[in-house]
């Protein structure tokens, strides 16, 4: 399985792991997160997660599996000669980073976890609603499905592959080691992170809402950017 990936230098590096149907490129490059972390001295690593981007594009649900995603990670670290990083994490990436500080934990300083929230977005969705949109373009009637998924195959995203990280991620929890500091992040117009608050409170751990922001611009958020690097720092 060969896992793409882009390294900018500086010190400290940060992995920025992206969310579903996105790439490295779009996520951390188009959103000004390289570009602000390198100008705060920090080195980042951005890889495009399987099945996403560059990276090789399994069909199995099975190699889609948050303790597979998080060990591909793994291998880009020690491809790397990095013993331990901080890592930004958004949407489905915060699920795959949250799994990568279970299988690794020694390998993790601090996490920032954004877009995500204790109820996971695949495990509502109707798996059989998703194969069908897949195989012949069916409209489901849950519109989360119709938007996510038909803006992707819009842009040429593996079809097949796609489906497959559906069915492998579904359910996936956001439990982080408890001797690791996480600052959780979410948009207040954001409805996917819903309950992230509540969750940050019972961990213990620090919470940031950015009022008015969605899902999507969440990312562009300059106060997420500082908020970060001040609690990386």
Not at 176 to 204: F, K, N, Q
């Amino acid at each position: 399985m060969r896992i793409a990936y882009d390294v900018a230098p500086g010190e400290r590096p940060i992995l920025l792991v992206h969310g579903f149907a996105s790439t490295a490129e779009i996520t951390w490059a188009g959103t000004g997160w390289v570009r602000a972390l390198q100008d705060a001295g920090r080195g980042v690593i951005t890889p495009d997660l399987r099945g996403h981007g560059r990276s090789d594009k399994p069909h199995r649900g099975i190699d889609y599996v948050p303790r597979q995603l998080a060990a591909d990670l793994v291998v880009v670290l020690d491809a790397l000669g990095l013993d331990q990083v901080d890592v930004v994490a958004y949407s489905m990436g915060a699920r795959v980073a949250a799994a990568l500080a279970r299988l690794a934990p020694d390998r993790v300083r601090r996490m920032v976890l954004g877009g995500a929230g204790p109820v996971e977005l695949f495990e509502t969705w109707d798996t059989d609603a998703v194969r069908r949109f897949v195989a012949d373009d069916t409209l489901p009637t849950e519109p989360t499905i119709a938007a996510v998924l038909g803006s992707a195959f819009r842009a040429g995203a593996d079809r097949e592959a796609l489906a497959a990280c559906v069915l492998g991620v579904a359910g996936a929890t956001l439990d982080v080691p408890a001797e690791i500091p996480v600052l959780y992040v979410a948009g207040g117009a954001d409805a996917i992170p819903t309950g992230v608050a509540d969750l940050a409170r019972a961990r213990g751990s620090e919470y940031r809402e950015l009022p008015g922001r969605d899902h999507v611009n969440t990312l562009t958020s300059r106060e997420f950017k500082r908020a970060a690097l001040e609690f990386l720092a």
